[in-house]
Structures are given as structure tokens and as C-alpha cells.
């Protein structure tokens, strides 16, 4: 909802943020109406020119858990696509220890990322440089929160 955007503008970052969804970023325009925060409705898999390799920083936070398991690769091709030469990307989603199908495939999302599927990144040209694995304090679900260089 724009928070981590917002944190990131503070930082000093020159920050574009976006979302398929027009009322998602109606509503983070709404929440920071004055904010330096380039809020943008865009789809991840039809990016503008511009954006290929175009970001220093990218930080996807929980995209890929929410999105079907049959676009999983394509999601991860998309936003390793974004990150410029040298550039960072971080990457917090819940984690599962198993290869296998998450559970809950008809209950919806979120379907935690295996080592397998993240390790897409990697053949993609990024280096995983720092990994944390963390509990969130609501639900005690395991998450991870890992740095990629490219
Ligand atoms: C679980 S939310 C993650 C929200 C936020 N990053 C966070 O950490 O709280 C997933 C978001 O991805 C957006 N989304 C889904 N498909 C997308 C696409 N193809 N391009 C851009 N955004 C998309 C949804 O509209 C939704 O707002």
C-alpha cells in the first residue's frame, strides 16, 4: 500500500512503484498525496521498454507467493528482468522446504517459494549474495528475505 515505497523515498531513492490494480495505486496516492513516489498502474509481464535492466533497486516483496504457480517462472523472469547492471534485488516471500506442490492450491494464494524455483534467479544472471530465514510475529509463517546482485 505504498509504505515500503514511501521508506524507500525517504531513503533518498528515486522510487517508481506499481501495480496491475488502478485502485491499489489510487489508494497509495490517496494515503501519500504529496509523496515523490512515482506511482504507476503497469503489468510485470508487459513492462515499458524503459524498465528492462532500468532499476538500481528493485524490491519485490510477496508478488510471486500471490500469483499462480503456472505463471511462477514467467514472474521471476519478469522482475529479474527489471534489474539494471549491478543493480540489487530483494526479494521477501514465504519460504517451503519442499518441492513439491504447495498445499492449498484451491484455497488461494499465498503458495510459499521453494529453493528450486528461486534458484531461477540465478540462472538468470543474479548472484545470491545474503539470505535470512524469519518467522512473521502474527503467524509464525517462514519467510525469506534473500539479496541478489546482478
Ligand atoms: C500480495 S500483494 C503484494 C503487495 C506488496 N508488495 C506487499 O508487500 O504488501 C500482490 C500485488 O501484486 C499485484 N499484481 C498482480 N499481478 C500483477 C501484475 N501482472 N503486474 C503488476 N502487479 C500485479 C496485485 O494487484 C497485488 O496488489
Known amino acids: 500500500m505504498g509504505d515500503d515505497a514511501e521508506a524507500l ?12 490494480s488502478p485502485t491499489a495505486i489510487a489508494w497509495c496516492c490517496q494515503r501519500f498525496p504529496a509523496s515523490k513516489v512515482h506511482y504507476q498502474v503497469a503489468d510485470l509481464f508487459k513492462p515499458e ?41 530483494l526479494v521477501i516471500a514465504r519460504s517451503r522446504n519442499s518441492e513439491a506442490e504447495p498445499g492449498g492450491l484451491l484455497n488461494g494464494p499465498p503458495w ?22 524469519f518467522r512473521d510475529e502474527t503467524h ?11
Do not use: C, K, M
Open 112 to 133: 510459499p517459494l521453494s529453493d528450486a524455483e528461486l534458484s531461477q534467479f540465478q540462472a538468470l544472471g543474479l548472484t545470491e549474495v545474503h539470505r535470512e530465514e
Open 49 to 89: 521498454p524503459t524498465w528492462q535492466r532500468g532499476f538500481d533497486f528493485v524490491l519485490e516483496s510477496r508478488t510471486i507467493q500471490s500469483l499462480p504457480l503456472n505463471l511462477r517462472t514467467a514472474t521471476i523472469q519478469a522482475i529479474a528482468h527489471l534489474v539494471a547492471p549491478d543493480g540489487i534485488l
Open 9 to 20: 523515498a525517504e531513503l533518498g531513492f528515486q522510487v517508481t512503484a506499481f501495480d496491475i
Open 140 to 150: 509464525q509463517i517462514a519467510q525469506w528475505l534473500i539479496e541478489y546482485r546482478a
